[in-house]
Structures are given as structure tokens and as C-alpha cells.
């Protein structure tokens, strides 16, 4: 599988954290957190910079009030202790093609999560997500944390 790395000889699962899957970790969801903690210390847990945008969006828009400083707070803690990296030049290769493929089945996929989803498949990690319509998405391994078995598919 491609989301899989071999550093010596232990395999290395590269998870990119998909906005629903970051709001789900701010909001303490105990299935999440028990997924991630089964993860070996060598497994990497990344998120990108559109979802960080995407986060910091969904807040600012918030009134003023203990609930914004709350998610605040929250969203800070989990952004210092994930990794958040730039989309890599190669995910606008994947971007192009997977808008492509989209638009001629006549499916329909927001512009952000397209480079999500290209940012997951350029750095051939598995995209954490409950968001379904990434499953639609040719060659993009991804991990519904929500369905019992907890395991990648790729389309």
C-alpha cells in the first residue's frame, strides 16, 4: 500500500488529519482519541494548511464569548502538537487530475477538500476522515475513524 512507509523494519502509517477529523479530536471525541493512541510511535499524524485554515475560519466567524476562546484554546493545543504542513508542489499534479476525474463522472467536490485530498495523496498518506465523499476520490487511501473497522480503503 502506498500510505505505507518502511523505516528499519517496522511499517510507518502517514496520517493526514482531515478537517472533520481535527474538529472531532477539538471536541474530545473518545473513539478518535482511542484510534489515534493505538497508533505506534513511529506512525506520523499530520494535518495540512488548508484544513488549518479551514479550522481557524470556522472560529473567527464565532461571536465573541467564552465558547470562541474555548475552541481557541483547543484548536492551539492540538496545532502545537500536530505537525501542519505546507501543501508540496506536487499535490497541484494531483489537484488538476483529481478536479479532472471529478468533473467528468459528474461528481462534485468542494474546492477545499480537492486540496486535501491532493495534499493526502502527494504525500501518500492516509486521509483521516468521517467526510464520505473522499471515498470517491481514485487512488486516495482514506480511514473513516467513525466505521468499526478503522482500516484505509482506497477507491
Known amino acids: 500500500m ?3 512507509k518502511v523505516k528499519g523494519s517496522e511499517v510507518v502509517v502517514v496520517l493526514l488529519l482531515e478537517t ?24 506520523i499524524v499530520v494535518t495540512c494548511t488548508i484544513v488549518r485554515g479551514e479550522i481557524l475560519y470556522g472560529i473567527a466567524r464565532l461571536p465573541e464569548g467564552w465558547r470562541k476562546r474555548k475552541l481557541e484554546e483547543k484548536a492551539s493545543k492540538i496545532f502545537e502538537a500536530i505537525p501542519c504542513l505546507a501543501v508540496p508542489e506536487e ?26 485530498a491532493s495534499t493526502a495523496l502527494a504525500l501518500k498518506a492516509v486521509l483521516l476522515t468521517r467526510d464520505t465523499d473522499f471515498k470517491q476520490i481514485e487512488g486516495l487511501h482514506v480511514m473513516d475513524w467513525t466505521t468499526e473497522e478503522n482500516s484505509a480503503s482506497e477507491k
Open 20 to 43: 472533520t477529523a481535527f474538529s472531532d479530536l477539538m471536541r474530545e471525541h473518545k473513539q478518535l482519541i482511542a484510534l489515534l493512541e493505538k497508533l505506534s510511535d513511529e506512525d
Open 91 to 116: 499535490a497541484a499534479d494531483y489537484y488538476a487530475a483529481t478536479k479532472l476525474a471529478q468533473q467528468q463522472k459528474g461528481l462534485a467536490l468542494d474546492e477545499n477538500d480537492l486540496w486535501i
Open 2 to 4: 502506498a500510505f505505507l
